[in-house]
């Protein structure tokens, strides 16, 4: 069934668009969607950014606007793409998703630009308490809501191997939060992209895909274009980037930093054996192949033979 947005005032209403600011990094996770430990350093630029967001305005409307990458807090200047964002008027409110590390060095204009800011902690590779301490300070200062989480792990987020399975595909689409449930609508270069992984997996898997922008919808400013975004945002086939995506449905991993000239060579494993749980192990059946055990399944069994011989 395709998805339903609703329309009021005839603009297209979702709960959030995210803007790549920074697309590379200063961590090297070995999950990440966004695929940053092989990205070229890139900033967007807030005059084109303010273009490209003026003519979605009128079309198209976010609750929040999250500014994230890579590493947000790396653009040089954020709070002229905040500014830039809330000059549009596609949103009122906009958050910043980041890891943290430099978040205590941010000066007071960027706390004036914003309305939240998420970090994600990771193990090993988060700001010390004193630095957390510090911005949750500076937060209430200036009435910005400030979250912190704990991330212990990613879930596998694409294959570099080919998938030509029509019916696998066609099952990651259906069951993907990121393009059903959460939504994460994406402009980068003009265009406007309906996930997160379709801008980025063209752009690195080049040679999978006809074009970089396969999957994105060039933002226009033409009278129809909010009626062809609301088709582009409905159909019901999968996307492009689908082949070698494997949207929600990728193994849960323990988070790990990787060197950048290894994060490719992680991911060459057949999209079959990086799917999670009953889904992946549905599929193998179906097709005659013995299902993959998870690393706790392994534990538990050989946990269950240690006690078995302590019986005898």
Known sequence: MPDRYRVIDGKIRNSKCEINVAE?????????????????????????????????????????????????????????????????????????????????????SFWLAVDEVEVSLYPGRSPTAEQQSHSE?????????????????????????????????????????????????????????????????????????????????RIEDTEDFGERLLDFLTAADPLASCSQCLGTSGHLVSHVQVRRAEFRAAQEIPAQEMISGRQGNRWLRARGRKPVESAFGRVRRAVLRGARSLVR
């Open 24 to 108: 590379h990094c200063n961590l090297s996770c070995q999950g990440c969607s966004h695929l940053s430990p092989v990205l070229p350093k890139h900033f967007v630029s807030p005059r084109d950014l303010l273009a490209d967001l003026s003519i979605l305005a009128r079309h198209y409307r976010a609750d929040a606007v999250r500014l994230l990458g890579g590493e947000p807090l790396l653009h040089p200047d954020l709070p002229g793409v905040a500014a830039a964002v809330r000059a549009s008027g596609v949103t009122e409110r906009i958050c910043v998703v980041t890891n943290g590390l430099l978040l205590a060095r941010m000066d007071e």
């Open 137 to 217: 300070g500076l937060a209430r200062a200036h009435q910005v809501e400030l979250s912190m989480n704990r991330v212990h792990h990613f879930r596998q987020s694409y294959t570099e191997i080919a998938n030509t399975d029509r019916a696998l595909i066609e099952r990651v689409f259906r069951t993907c939060k990121i393009a059903h449930d959460w939504r994460c609508h994406t402009v980068a270069n003009g265009m406007f992209f309906r996930c997160s992984p379709s801008y980025f997996l063209p752009r690195v898997l080049g040679e999978h895909f006809a074009e970089p922008a396969v999957d994105g919808l």
